[in-house]
């Protein structure tokens, strides 16, 4: 896909009322001088990628405004997380004590009724040493309660957040966007400034075109899901009670998450070419499709479907994965869902959500204390993110062979990341979030042998995903390698990038 710098004739202008970047007023068209706010950073939309973003830039000192068109809490899909996300991203966000508080199912790893075994086959991520020990698990979270969670910790870290204000437009000045136009709570136009925008609104945001280019589709993974929820759904013996499982049938395949110990998210995935087997009345639609698969279908037998509250309705959204072009332009740049999303068959959504939050907030973050040039720090955020989207997208291409056993997944998934692993490990390490090598991600014993390895010869590019964890743990720098040749490495606190590792650790 072709990247780099927008076109900047794409994009038609607007004409705003000015603001210094110290919040005094300017003149308007008319001539008159008209009061406005300005922030350093103002982010749109409070899902996780939002929050996440608006957070890490907060955290630095920043003054940050968090516009979001909907109320909290509000039904949202994505309820799997991966461990690299609960022990690194959220530990960094300083909210771990708040989500083990909450209470949801621990996930050890995940169960498959998938490939040519006619038998369920599970895996556990502590067949990772990036996952190992404690950091050996994740959740399954209801995410009315997560986002909210991540909401409230965006406030508690000096995020002005304002729900129900619905953004319209960006503001313009000499090419480079520099606010936004939007309606507050009580219908009101607002314009306030920034000198940067982050697009976090989701995969309907009418901002993303705003950078320029477009939206560029997977031609393999086209899917609709239609899904709902159930109680008093069976559970997994042991240790896998609280495992997502994913069952393959005729027209696609069924996801099924505990998220309490009597309340089940199930849904369907069906190829597009199936898509007629979900018109029509949802719930019999639903219905049809778990008959047509035995192990759902056993599960579910002594189950009833949640019919009224937040969990009441079968809904449909359509799940084909995209990528854009063009992930930023002076002044602007998309994160989460408004920049790309996968297949949901590895519950990686909110791992790329925050993954790419964090990557942006680094490039934010040091672009605003004067460190780098904005270009080459989008162009890192960019890189990597690509490369994380791309590992999954190929290693998924593969999974979706359901001729193959799980020793052949296993294997297609240490080839794909070229994992030093086992090929039970390196599968468990990519679908638990750790392909990408950012150490914020990862256990300690992995770490210190990493960096013992590191010192006896040079490897290849690193992947980004373990970093993260060992930072947010720790505190502490860890060899990192640029996503591109003559790229930028992460500096040693984790919320910023450097010219090279010694600069890292300054």
């Given at each position: ?5 927008p ?19 300017t ?56 461990p ?66 991540l ?16 953004v ?12 936004v ?49 159930f ?52 719930e ?24 009224d ?107 794909v ?90």
């Amino acid at each position: 896909m072709p990247s780099g710098r927008p076109d900047r004739g794409r994009l038609r202008p607007v004409t705003s009322v000015g603001v210094s970047s110290g919040g005094r007023a300017t003149m308007s068209s008319t001539g008159d001088a008209v009061a406005a706010e300005s922030f350093d950073v103002i982010v749109v939309g409070g899902g996780p990628a939002g929050s996440s973003a608006a957070t890490f830039v907060a955290m630095q000192g920043h003054r940050v405004l968090l516009l979001e068109k909907e109320s909290f809490p509000r039904h949202q899909i994505g309820e799997s997380l991966l461990p690299s996300t609960v022990h690194g991203i959220c530990a960094l966000l300083d909210v771990s004590e708040e989500l083990h508080a909450a209470g949801f199912t621990k996930k050890h790893g995940g169960t498959f009724r998938w490939g040519s075994s006619s038998e369920p086959w599970s895996f556990d991520f502590a067949l990772s040493e990036k996952f190992a020990g404690p950091t050996s698990y994740a959740y399954q979270v209801e995410r009315m309660k997560f986002d909210q969670l991540l909401l409230e910790n965006a406030r508690r870290k000096g995020v002005v957040v304002r729900e129900r204000c619905a953004v319209r437009d960006v503001l313009e000045d000499e090419g480079r966007v520099c606010g936004v136009r939007y309606l507050d709570a009580d219908g009101a136009e607002q314009h306030t400034r920034a000198r940067f925008v982050v697009d976090a609104s989701g995969n309907q945001s009418r901002l993303q075109g705003r950078v320029g280019g477009r939206r560029h589709y997977s031609e393999f993974f086209q899917n609709i899901a239609l899904y709902g929820y159930f109680e008093g759904g069976r559970r997994a013996p042991g240790p896998h009670s609280g495992n997502i499982t994913c069952v393959a049938f005729e027209s696609g395949w069924f996801w099924y998450i505990p998220l309490t110990d009597t309340l089940t998210s199930v849904g369907a995935v069906v190829r597009k070419e199936c898509a007629d087997r979900v018109r029509g009345e949802r719930e019999e639609a639903l219905a049809r499709l778990i008959a047509e698969c035995p192990l759902v279908s056993e599960y579910l037998a002594e189950a009833e479907r949640v019919t009224d509250g937040p969990y009441g309705e079968v809904r449909v959204r359509k799940d084909y994965s995209y990528l854009r072009d063009v992930f930023w332009r002076p002044g602007m740049t998309l994160v989460g869902d408004a920049v790309g999303f996968i297949d949901p068959l590895f519950s990686s959504g909110v791992h790329m959500a925050t993954f790419g939050a964090l990557l942006a907030a680094r490039s934010i973050n040091s672009v605003l204390r004067g460190d780098l040039g904005e270009e080459e720090c989008f162009a890192e955020y960019e890189a990597r993110y690509r490369r994380e989207y791309q590992t999954f997208h190929d290693f998924l291409v593969s999974f979706y062979d359901v001729t193959r056993d799980e020793r052949a997944y296993f294997s297609e998934a240490r080839r794909v990341t070229r994992d030093s692993a086992s090929d039970a490990g390196a599968f468990a390490g990519l679908v638990g979030g750790g392909a990408s090598d950012d150490a914020v991600l990862i256990s300690d014993s992995y770490q210190d042998q990493r960096k013992k390895d590191l010192r006896q010869r040079s490897r290849e590019i690193h992947r980004e995903g373990h970093r993260i964890q060992m930072q947010a743990a720790f505190g502490e720098p860890a060899d990192d390698a640029p996503a591109v040749q003559g790229g930028l490495v992460v500096a040693g606190d984790g919320m910023h990038w450097a010219k090279d590792a010694e600069s890292a650790r300054a």
